[in-house]
């Protein structure tokens, strides 16, 4: 965020503070009527000024109560009348308060300012009260995961604002309300995006009405209800529709022809139904990713010819779907292909999967068809086959294990790994986090309603969604240090449930400012899960139990303990800095109407097949040969370990020492990555870059062989750990080897390359301290046509992440300028970029005074950088840096810009840049015996180059 919105938020957030010094005596009064009664009422509401005194969780302005934003705080009682009074209210987030029951008051229409109407996973019960629909600023509106009863309001059809509708998982009852007359309805909704009422009991048809080409809806979910009738054709009408749920119904007759036309859909669920008629054509759907057609009584029809055209599928569930004729092995070859369904139908012939098949490939299970033969010549498979139940595995003595049924049970379950520690055995109650500190953990389950995966097992879609999380919390300024995904399972509804853990940061537990910040990320959606993998989605808080501002204590009446207005405002403070975000996305938006398509999706597609790849300059090494260069992998040889798997030494005949980076036994997913750094790194050579030797891609093995580069990572040796002491020249000399490589990357290499992981352990010194760029897992090339950017899913490492590429999702190589910014302030001040809390760039920020020497810096920087003397243009390169570092890519240098600056620095220095080098005559420890951390391994939370690790059971 630029600092001018900073600034403003500041401004009003102080503006806000001062003027809500007392609170107006109505709004008090209400308060304190409504939760009196209430239990687990915090212990700082206490007195009569709830905005002067700064309660948790409320927030004001001009002295009236405008937001009460309270999930997951434990209360128990009812929502009384009282909150009618409350006439200035805009927010209401109750969320996770399990103990809240009862009614909602009709009185509740009268807060006419309401514009988020938060009411998730309460006990709530009874009809929703029709005043509902005098709520007319609503924006949201989720009462989802109560226990409401009756029917939907009609009237709810006039709050033209409404974004957000979410009633599912209630006890709804009675149809979908359309307008009549003067009887309002839903279909006047045409601004809402999301309709959500899954899990209810509503009943007759879905009212042709409901839809139309005015409605801009994108997530239509209607699971498991009792509809019954038709699917009204005008639902073809609404194009921007990317989820529709429908399954677990009783819908019956044909399904309308235009359903073709919803060319945005990304997951369609009609399963469980009783639809009829042919199956519907879905040639036009060409983003269709998950498919869900089981279980319905269509006419039997052949094998349909949009099996081969939806090239975006990964999930097709169509078992009992009257299918008859042959798979055609093209089918196989559709690049996303994770999980195919087709059991109980009518396939037969030979099944033929093809030699290209996709290699995201997980389950074909084919159970009970009239399947004869199984062309096996295909080359490795290691993904489930299941024919049982088909002539093929009747011939007496069939042991092939694509006739024996799985166990059910097989899934290795999920659970975000341990970051390179032992974990405690941790006492009271508390948990051990990925980063091995006991704590007790904020916790909850994250329910997907829609995947674009199926593959449970690959450990992608989780590590991008807890990097997501990481980087959401720590751009909102949340005490989070570290979260955890657990037991990853889908549910009968086929929802995705996933168990989140969110540990505190600094201290064992929250308090309840936090949890309520916390809370709210979800419960208002404000936090948007990676779409690539994740659809639509609600969380459940779990009690917390372990508040760090809650002594032991009663109900009602209150501890007086006067926790400074600031934490209170913080909500609202929050809220602000979502706004600021907000309004700077929109204005990226607009100033980037011009957008590329992904140049790298008919890549992917060609290359994610088992091919070899294009190589220039390194050559493939056999298993045996890498066997005989390590003495068989010994223990001695391994310099270094990582999720993905270990890194050995190794010594050719010549003599010459490598460096192999062996993906975790077993491990052969993530072939993409694999390719991408083979591809792109035989094409690169260049000093300063990581020279790729080889690789070997045999016997379920991925390898990578590198040059060895005996001086470890630059991380290693500005930590201390190698014993190599950097003085200004070394440093300075390091960051002009890093900048040429990066230089060449971005300028020379053909096709441009951006790096996207520039770190401090991705930069290795040699033995004369010459800096090599490594690690390309995570690489992108730039085509000619991409006009300088790449919208691309965010990945990196959080504190060298450019906030501009995390916003805009649009990578250019001033992505990696950033980071490189990033990594010049770490070499000046041997910090991580975020450490202990603090952003090595904010602090660098606030510290620097230009008018004092060195700018003021000597707290930060590091104390041996220069033994007593003052490094010579070090200001240069502070300033350098915070260029690099600039909020906006348009406002940073070029790489080539950069490394001329550089040479000038050095040059300043009384350096020679061109010098071979000034350090060769020194000798070095040898940095990696008895690292724990080797260059070539990646032990930062995000997961460059990983091979992601699963279980596959090959044949
Ligand atoms: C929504 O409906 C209202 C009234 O029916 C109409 O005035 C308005 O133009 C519609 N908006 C859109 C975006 O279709
Ligand atoms: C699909 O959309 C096209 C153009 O948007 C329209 O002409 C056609 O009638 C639609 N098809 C159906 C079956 O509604
Ligand atoms: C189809 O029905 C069978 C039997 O009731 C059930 O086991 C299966 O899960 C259903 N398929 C889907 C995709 O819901
Ligand atoms: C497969 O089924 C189709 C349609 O029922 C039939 O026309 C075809 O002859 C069958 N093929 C074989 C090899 O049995």
Same mark, same amino acid.
């Given at each position: 965020?630029?600092?001018?919105?900073?600034?403003?938020?500041?401004?009003?957030?102080?503006?806000?503070?001062?003027?809500?010094?007392?609170?107006?005596?109505?709004?008090?009064?209400?308060?304190?009527?409504?939760?009196?009664?209430?239990?687990?009422?915090?212990?700082?509401?206490?007195?009569?000024?709830?905005?002067?005194?700064?309660?948790?969780?409320?927030?004001?302005?001009?002295?009236?109560?405008?937001?009460?934003?309270?999930?997951?705080?434990?209360?128990?009682?009812?929502?009384?009348?009282?909150?009618?009074?409350?006439?200035?209210?805009?927010?209401?987030?109750?969320?996770?308060?399990?103990?809240?029951?009862?009614?909602?008051?009709?009185?509740?229409?009268?807060?006419?300012?309401?514009?988020?109407?938060?009411?998730?996973?309460? *006990? $709530?019960?009874?009809? +929703? !009260?029709?005043? #509902? =629909?005098? /709520?007319?600023? &609503?924006?949201?509106?989720? @009462?989802?995961? %109560? *226990? $409401?009863?009756?029917? +939907? !309001?009609?009237? #709810? =059809?006039? /709050?033209?604002? &409404?974004?957000?509708?979410? @009633?599912?998982? %209630?006890?709804?009852?009675?149809? +979908? !309300?359309?307008?009549? =007359?003067?009887?309002?309805? &839903?279909?006047?909704?045409?601004?809402?995006?999301?309709?959500?009422?899954?899990?209810?009991?509503?009943?007759?048809?879905?009212?042709?009405? &409901?839809?139309?080409?005015?409605?801009?809806?994108?997530?239509?979910?209607?699971?498991?209800?009792?509809?019954?009738?038709?699917?009204?054709?005008?639902?073809?009408?609404?194009?921007?529709?990317?989820?529709?749920?429908?399954?677990?119904?009783?819908?019956?007759?044909?399904?309308?022809?235009?359903?073709?036309?919803?060319?945005?859909?990304?997951?369609?669920?009609?399963?469980?139904?009783?639809?009829?008629?042919?199956?519907?054509?879905?040639?036009?759907?060409?983003?269709?990713?998950?498919?869900?057609?089981?279980?319905?009584?269509?006419?039997?029809?052949?094998?349909?010819?949009?099996?081969?055209?939806?090239?975006?599928?990964?999930?097709?569930?169509?078992?009992?779907?009257?299918?008859?004729?042959?798979?055609?092995?093209?089918?196989?070859?559709?690049?996303?292909?994770?999980?195919?369904?087709?059991?109980?139908?009518?396939?037969?012939?030979?099944?033929?999967?093809?030699?290209?098949?996709?290699?995201?490939?997980?389950?074909?299970?084919?159970?009970?068809?009239?399947?004869?033969?199984?062309?096996?010549?295909?080359?490795?498979?290691?993904?489930?086959?299941?024919?049982?139940?088909?002539?093929?595995?009747?011939?007496?003595?069939?042991?092939?294990?694509?006739?024996?049924?799985?166990?059910?049970?097989?899934?290795?379950?999920?659970?975000?790994?341990?970051?390179?520690?032992?974990?405690?055995?941790?006492?009271?109650?508390?948990?051990?986090?990925?980063?091995?500190?006991?704590?007790?953990?904020?916790?909850?389950?994250?329910?997907?309603?829609?995947?674009?995966?199926?593959?449970?097992?690959?450990?992608?879609?989780?590590?991008?969604?807890?990097?997501?999380?990481?980087?959401?919390?720590?751009?909102?300024?949340?005490?989070?240090?570290?979260?955890?995904?657990?037991?990853?399972?889908?549910?009968?509804?086929?929802?995705?449930?996933?168990?989140?853990?969110?540990?505190?940061?600094?201290?064992?537990?929250?308090?309840?400012?936090?949890?309520?910040?916390?809370?709210?990320?979800?419960?208002?959606?404000?936090?948007?899960?990676?779409?690539?993998?994740?659809?639509?989605?609600?969380?459940?808080?779990?009690?917390?139990?372990?508040?760090?501002?809650?002594?032991?204590?009663?109900?009602?009446?209150?501890?007086?303990?006067?926790?400074?207005?600031?934490?209170?405002?913080?909500?609202?403070?929050?809220?602000?800095?979502?706004?600021?975000?907000?309004?700077?996305?929109?204005?990226?938006?607009?100033?980037?109407?011009?957008?590329?398509?992904?140049?790298?999706?008919?890549?992917?597609?060609?290359?994610?097949?088992?091919?070899?790849?294009?190589?220039?300059?390194?050559?493939?090494?056999?298993?045996?040969?890498?066997?005989?260069?390590?003495?068989?992998?010994?223990?001695?040889?391994?310099?270094?370990?990582?999720?993905?798997?270990?890194?050995?030494?190794?010594?050719?005949?010549?003599?010459?020492?490598?460096?192999?980076?062996?993906?975790?036994?077993?491990?052969?997913?993530?072939?993409?990555?694999?390719?991408?750094?083979?591809?792109?790194?035989?094409?690169?050579?260049?000093?300063?870059?990581?020279?790729?030797?080889?690789?070997?891609?045999?016997?379920?093995?991925?390898?990578?062989?590198?040059?060895?580069?005996?001086?470890?990572?630059?991380?290693?040796?500005?930590?201390?750990?190698?014993?190599?002491?950097?003085?200004?020249?070394?440093?300075?000399?390091?960051?002009?080897?890093?900048?040429?490589?990066?230089?060449?990357?971005?300028?020379?290499?053909?096709?441009?390359?951006?790096?996207?992981?520039?770190?401090?352990?991705?930069?290795?010194?040699?033995?004369?301290?010459?800096?090599?760029?490594?690690?390309?897992?995570?690489?992108?090339?730039?085509?000619?046509?991409?006009?300088?950017?790449?919208?691309?899913?965010?990945?990196?490492?959080?504190?060298?992440?450019?906030?501009?590429?995390?916003?805009?999702?649009?990578?250019?190589?001033?992505?990696?300028?950033?980071?490189?910014?990033?990594?010049?302030?770490?070499?000046?001040?041997?910090?991580?970029?975020?450490?202990?809390?603090?952003?090595?760039?904010?602090?660098?920020?606030?510290?620097?005074?230009?008018?004092?020497?060195?700018?003021?810096?000597?707290?930060?920087?590091?104390?041996?950088?220069?033994?007593?003397?003052?490094?010579?243009?070090?200001?240069?390169?502070?300033?350098?840096?915070?260029?690099?570092?600039?909020?906006?890519?348009?406002?940073?240098?070029?790489?080539?810009?950069?490394?001329?600056?550089?040479?000038?620095?050095?040059?300043?220095?009384?350096?020679?840049?061109?010098?071979?080098?000034?350090?060769?005559?020194?000798?070095?420890?040898?940095?990696?015996?008895?690292?724990?951390?080797?260059?070539?391994?990646?032990?930062?939370?995000?997961?460059?180059?990983?091979?992601?690790?699963?279980?596959?059971?090959?044949?």
């Amino acid at each position: 965020m630029d600092s001018a919105i900073w600034f403003l938020l500041l401004a009003s957030f102080v503006q806000i503070y001062i003027i809500a010094a007392t609170t107006n005596a109505g709004d008090a009064t209400a308060l304190k009527s409504l939760v009196n009664g209430w239990e687990n009422v915090p212990h700082s509401w206490e007195g009569e000024d709830p905005c002067g005194d700064g309660w948790v969780g409320i927030g004001c302005t001009d002295s009236r109560l405008t937001s009460m934003t309270l999930p997951n705080m434990n209360f128990a009682g009812q929502l009384t009348g009282d909150i009618a009074a409350l006439s200035e209210l805009q927010q209401l987030d109750l969320s996770y308060n399990t103990g809240l029951t009862g009614p909602l008051p009709t009185s509740i229409g009268n807060l006419k300012k309401l514009t988020n109407l938060i009411l998730v996973g309460c *006990g $709530f019960n009874g009809p +929703i !009260p029709d005043t #509902i =629909g005098s /709520l007319l600023q &609503l924006r949201f509106l989720s @009462l989802n995961s %109560n *226990g $409401f009863t009756g029917p +939907i !309001p009609p009237s #709810i =059809g006039n /709050l033209s604002n &409404l974004y957000w509708l979410d @009633l599912a998982d %209630n006890q709804l009852e009675g149809s +979908i !309300p359309v307008s009549n =007359g003067s009887t309002p309805g &839903l279909d006047m909704l045409n601004n809402t995006k999301h309709f959500h009422f899954g899990k209810n009991k509503l009943s007759g048809q879905v009212p042709s009405k &409901l839809f139309s080409s005015d409605m801009t809806l994108i997530h239509v979910l209607f699971e498991s209800n009792k509809l019954s009738g038709s699917l009204p054709s005008t639902l073809g009408l609404v194009k921007t529709l990317e989820v529709v749920r429908f399954d677990n119904n009783s819908l019956n007759g044909h399904l309308p022809l235009n359903l073709n036309n919803l060319t945005s859909v990304h997951d369609l669920f009609l399963s469980n139904n009783k639809l009829t008629g042919p199956l519907p054509d879905l040639t036009g759907m060409n983003s269709l990713n998950t498919l869900y057609l089981s279980n319905n009584t269509f006419d039997t029809s052949d094998v349909p010819s949009w099996f081969t055209a939806l090239r975006s599928l990964t999930t097709l569930m169509m078992d009992d779907t009257h299918v008859r004729g042959q798979i055609p092995a093209t089918f196989f070859k559709l690049p996303n292909l994770q999980t195919v369904v087709l059991k109980g139908n009518q396939l037969n012939g030979t099944l033929d999967i093809g030699s290209g098949f996709s290699s995201r490939l997980q389950t074909i299970d084919l159970q009970n068809n009239l399947i004869s033969d199984f062309n096996r010549n295909t080359g490795t498979i290691n993904f489930k086959i299941i024919l049982v139940g088909n002539p093929v595995c009747q011939e007496t003595g069939t042991r092939e294990p694509y006739c024996i049924l799985p166990p059910s049970n097989s899934l290795p379950l999920y659970s975000t790994p341990r970051k390179n520690c032992q974990p405690y055995t941790c006492g009271q109650g508390q948990i051990s986090s990925p980063i091995c500190r006991c704590a007790y953990p904020y916790t909850g389950t994250l329910f997907f309603r829609a995947l674009n995966f199926s593959d449970l097992t690959d450990s992608t879609p989780y590590e991008t969604l807890e990097q997501s999380l990481m980087t959401f919390f720590q751009s909102h300024q949340l005490p989070v240090d570290t979260v955890s995904l657990s037991n990853p399972r889908m549910d009968s509804f086929e929802y995705l449930l996933l168990k989140l853990g969110v540990f505190p940061y600094g201290q064992d537990s929250f308090n309840r400012t936090a949890i309520s910040m916390i809370a709210f990320v979800f419960s208002n959606q404000t936090f948007k899960p990676p779409k690539e993998f994740f659809g639509p989605y609600v969380f459940g808080g779990d009690n917390y139990e372990h508040f760090s501002d809650q002594p032991a204590k009663s109900t009602k009446s209150s501890v007086a303990i006067t926790i400074g207005a600031a934490a209170g405002a913080s909500v609202l403070f929050l809220l602000l800095v979502l706004a600021g975000i907000y309004a700077y996305r929109q204005k990226k938006k607009a100033e980037r109407a011009t957008k590329g398509s992904n140049p790298f999706a008919h890549w992917d597609s060609k290359k994610s097949s088992g091919s070899i790849p294009q190589l220039k300059g390194a050559r493939s090494f056999s298993f045996e040969e890498l066997k005989k260069y390590t003495n068989n992998f010994s223990e001695a040889n391994d310099i270094g370990s990582g999720g993905y798997g270990k890194v050995y030494r190794g010594t050719l005949p010549t003599g010459e020492l490598i460096a192999i980076k062996r993906a975790q036994q077993g491990s052969v997913q993530g072939g993409l990555e694999f390719k991408t750094e083979i591809e792109l790194l035989s094409r690169v050579h260049h000093k300063n870059v990581v020279s790729l030797l080889g690789f070997c891609f045999e016997q379920g093995e991925q390898m990578l062989i590198y040059e060895y580069v005996p001086n470890g990572s630059l991380s290693e040796s500005l930590s201390g750990k190698s014993g190599i002491r950097l003085d200004w020249a070394r440093r300075l000399k390091i960051a002009l080897g890093a900048a040429r490589g990066l230089a060449y990357l971005h300028e020379l290499a053909n096709p441009p390359i951006i790096h996207r992981d520039i770190k401090s352990t991705n930069i290795l010194l040699d033995e004369r301290l010459n800096a090599k760029v490594a690690d390309f897992g995570l690489s992108k090339p730039m085509g000619d046509s991409e006009k300088g950017h790449v919208t691309t899913q965010v990945k990196g490492t959080m504190g060298y992440l450019d906030p501009e590429y995390y916003m805009t999702q649009q990578l250019t190589e001033k992505s990696d300028v950033y980071s490189y910014g990033v990594l010049m302030l770490e070499i000046i001040t041997a910090r991580k970029p975020i450490e202990r809390g603090k952003y090595i760039v904010r602090e660098v920020r606030m510290s620097m005074d230009k008018t004092k020497s060195l700018y003021n810096l000597q707290e930060i920087l590091d104390q041996t950088i220069g033994l007593g003397t003052t490094p010579k243009g070090l200001e240069q390169f502070v300033d350098l840096a915070m260029r690099c570092v600039e909020e906006s890519g348009a406002d940073r240098p070029p790489m080539s810009e950069v490394l001329k600056e550089i040479e000038d620095i050095m040059q300043l220095a009384g350096m020679n840049p061109n010098a071979e080098s000034a350090s060769s005559s020194a000798t070095y420890e040898n940095a990696t015996k008895g690292a724990n951390l080797h260059p070539y391994s990646d032990e930062s939370f995000a997961y460059s180059g990983g091979f992601p690790s699963s279980n596959i059971e090959p044949y």
